[in-house]
Structure formats: structure tokens, C-alpha cells
């Protein structure tokens, strides 16, 4: 059995209690498509429903933490050494489009460090977490980053911008928070993304390295601009080499 810390514990709760509302609304998301109006304000509304879920479970136990969230930005509280990191929807236009792959993401920070993440995946029912020194899992199993070591052999994502740059065998999931986590696990070897948000990738960037792989120094928590490279240890080397002018 895997002993976690009590804030990580509390962190899965609220991720469990968010993604119902979250299952729920992709089931109308389908329906909303062919309407005049479309999905957009209904998404919307998830995403700060979801947020405000996210935001009364973590604040039960934990109610001077701050928060740094997609939609409402920084709640300073009392204690301004730790943060709750929240990306109610990462991957929303995919969402929008009933595209199931998305996840709920939350991290802590203390101290300008990141010490627990959790990506889950509601439609997958994966939960991805990892904690400082402790390791990275999913769905209680240990997470070992990839072994191979020709770029050949790899699998690589990004953004758009990056997918045309390299030609590395690449894809573009368009949700940043999986690709993190798929790289944790070994399903992908290596991600890189430049001008991303701290809410996108804090959780990720911990379970790439508990996981064994290695991630660069990500500007230390500058909130919308963050330059990542995160692999397999075996491949790191070989796919910075490719992103030198990127």
C-alpha cells in the first residue's frame, strides 16, 4: 500500500468530487455541438464550476492556503508560502470539441517548490500523482520514464508551434498536463512547449522527475511564460540537441 501525504490525500478527494461534474457536462458537450449556440458558454461554465469545486475541498482542511488558478488567477490567503496550483480543465478545447482527452490537474507548492501533483483523467479513470521524493504513480502503480535511447525509436509532443519545428516523430494531444504525465510513464519520451502556464505543467514537471526523467529549471513559477523540456534521462541529451534554436 502506498503511503501518501495528507495533502496529496486531500488533493485526490477533490479531483474524485470535481470530475462528476466534469463526466457529467462532456455527456451534454456531444449535444450542444449541432445547437446554434455551440458549446463555448456551457465549457465555460464547467471550467468555473469545476475551479470553484476544486477551490471548497482544498480550503476544508487547508484554509489559509493560496491559490493560482486558470480562471480567477492568484487568491492570496494567510499563508503565502504554500499555493494550490489548479487547472480545472486542461486540454478545454478538446473538451469542446467531445474530444475525451482532458484532465483536472492540481499541484502544491511550498516555498517555491513543488511538492505533490496529481493529473487526472476523468474518462480514463487514470489517476496520475507523485510526491516529492516519494515517487510518481498511476492508479497505484510505480511510473518508470522510457528506456530507449535512439530518437528514432521515440515519441515526442508539443504544441503546434513545436510539432512543425522538429522533426522529431511528433504529436499534439493538445493537452499539455498528459503529455507530462505520459512521459512519467513511459508512453511518450519527451515533451517541450515554450510560453506555457504554470497551471498547465507544475503538476507534470514533478512527475516527470520523480519518475526518473529529467525536466529544465522552469523559471522559477513565472506564471504565463515558461519555456519546458522534459524527457526520458536516456533521450534528454539527444532532444535538446534538436530544440537548440527552439
Known amino acids: 500500500m502506498i503511503s501518501i501525504s ?3 490525500n486531500l488533493m485526490i478527494k477533490a479531483a474524485e468530487k470535481a470530475s462528476k461534474s466534469v463526466i457529467r457536462d462532456f455527456g451534454e458537450v ?6 446554434k449556440k455551440g458549446p463555448y458558454d456551457f465549457v465555460t461554465k464547467t471550467d468555473k464550476n469545476v475551479e470553484k469545486i476544486l477551490i471548497e ?20 490567503n494567510k499563508d503565502k508560502e504554500n499555493f494550490w496550483i489548479i487547472d480545472p480543465i486542461d486540454g478545454t478545447t ?3 470539441h467531445g474530444i ?3 484532465a483536472i490537474c492540481i499541484a502544491h507548492i511550498s516555498n517555491n517548490e513543488i511538492i505533490s501533483g496529481l493529473i487526472f483523467d476523468p474518462i480514463k479513470d487514470e489517476m496520475f500523482f507523485s510526491e516529492k521524493n516519494k515517487g510518481a504513480y498511476l492508479n497505484n502503480q510505480r511510473l ?12 515526442f509532443s508539443s504544441n503546434h508551434e513545436g510539432t512543425k519545428f522538429s522533426d522529431l516523430n511528433m504529436r499534439c494531444s493538445g493537452c499539455a498536463a498528459l503529455d507530462l504525465a505520459y512521459v512519467a510513464c513511459g508512453r511518450l519520451d519527451g515533451f517541450f512547449h515554450n510560453k506555457i502556464n ?10 516527470v522527475v520523480e ?13 504565463k511564460n515558461i519555456d519546458i523540456r522534459a524527457s526520458s534521462s536516456a533521450i534528454n541529451s539527444k532532444m535538446l540537441e534538436k530544440l537548440v534554436n527552439f
Open 6 to 8: 495528507s495533502n496529496l
Open 30 to 35: 456531444e449535444k450542444l455541438q449541432v445547437s
Open 57 to 76: 475541498e482544498l480550503s476544508k482542511s487547508k484554509k489559509n492556503y493560496s491559490f493560482i488558478t486558470e480562471e480567477t488567477g492568484k487568491i492570496n
Open 94 to 96: 478538446n473538451f469542446l
Open 100 to 102: 475525451p482527452h482532458f
Open 144 to 155: 518508470r520514464v522510457s528506456k530507449k535511447n535512439s530518437t528514432e525509436d521515440c515519441l
Open 198 to 207: 504554470i497551471w498547465d505543467v507544475a503538476a507534470g514537471a514533478l512527475m
Open 211 to 223: 519518475a526518473g526523467g529529467i525536466i529544465n529549471e522552469i523559471n522559477k513559477f513565472d506564471i
